[in-house]
Every structure is written in C-alpha cells, then in structure tokens.
C-alpha cells in the first residue's frame, strides 16, 4: 500500500475526490507496492483504485487517455541495502565525515531499471524475477564480476549460491536487456577466471 503524498489541483485525481493522505491498496485489482507499481498499472485507459480513507476503503472508477496523468504524487520508494560484502567495496573506501548517504550500500533491482544502478541480483527472488519479465524492467545493469561460484562468493563476501546464470538466462529469455560489469581484482578474478566469465556471458552477446 501507498500513501498519497499530494494530489494536483484541476487533476483527474482531484476531480473524482482522492485526496492527499489517501492511501493505494490496489489498482485494478493488483496490489500496489513501489511507484513503478503505481505507473505500470495508471498507464491503463480504465482504473479502478481502492483507497483507504481513515477506516474506510472507496472505490473510484476513472477513464482517461492512455497518457493522461492522473496528478497523484505518492511517497517515495525506500532503497533496499545491500547484503553482499564484496572485498572491493566502493563504499568502504570513502573516507570518513561524509554526509551519511554516502556510506548506504545499495542492492535494489528498481533503481537498476530507474537510474542505471549496478546490482548483483544474490537477492532477487522467483516473485521479483517475474515482476521484471512482466513489467518489462529493463534495461537492467549487473554486476558480474565472475561466473565462477567459488570466486564470486569470495568477490561478493557471500556463503550462498545466488544462480546468476541461471537468472541472466531467464531474464533474457522474458525480453530484458542486461548491461554487464566486472571489476577486476588481479590475482582473484582475472586470468582463467576473466576467461570462463567472458565466455559464460558471450553466449548472451545481442541477447543481453
């Protein structure tokens, strides 16, 4: 559910009677999670939003053009950290007394498709896995590194087995376009390892 944050003066929102406050429980019947969420289902011609107003829920009904925005602002999405622990960490090696932001690690598959973030996909599961297919998430931009499990647990500071090809293949085989990246660490991932890993992701080349 998503809390209304402003609704725009003269907007369709305002004319059917949503207020700011309100909060989005489903639109069309689906749940209502993230902004993208919000604009994947308003770019439909005919809305039905079920709003929690106090202890009450209400049904609009809205009509529009396909590109009509219905003037809604809604909170802001919270981005998930980062559970990896990788031994190259960009963030570790900030100096200290920067602004706190600066320290966050980042891991959200979101922000991959919004902004172009980097993201090594260790913890997206089956439901988001098809969230991105049928949202069309894409392009997407991931952190590779290696292809080869032992070295990438070690690159990544992880114990588990996070089926990166398996989840490369699938997303490619649901449309999305992948954006790949190694950092190079002489001695861990390159030689041999920077080999399999070229070859393991040349079998994607015009797929990804």
Known sequence: MLQIIKVHPGSIAQQVGIKA????????NQEI????DFRFQTSEEN???????????VLYQIEKDFHDDIGIEIQEMKMKACGNNCI?????QN??????ALYFKDED???????GHYVTLTRVNKKELNRIVNQKLSPLYI??????DTTRKLLLGIDRDGHLLEKIEFLVQGGIELHAQIVL??????GKVYDKTIEDLKRYFRRI
């Open 95 to 100: 100096p200290r007394g920067m602004r706190r």
């Open 88 to 92: 190259f960490c960009f963030v570790y």
């Open 21 to 28: 406050g309100d909060v989005i429980i489903t639109i069309n």
């Open 109 to 115: 598959y979101r922000f991959s498709f919004l902004y």
């Open 143 to 148: 952190s590779v590194h290696s292809t080869e």
């Open 47 to 57: 809305l039905e939003l079920l709003i929690q107003r106090d202890h009450h829920q």
């Open 185 to 190: 660490c002489p001695g861990i991932n390159d």
């Open 33 to 36: 999670n993230d902004q993208i």
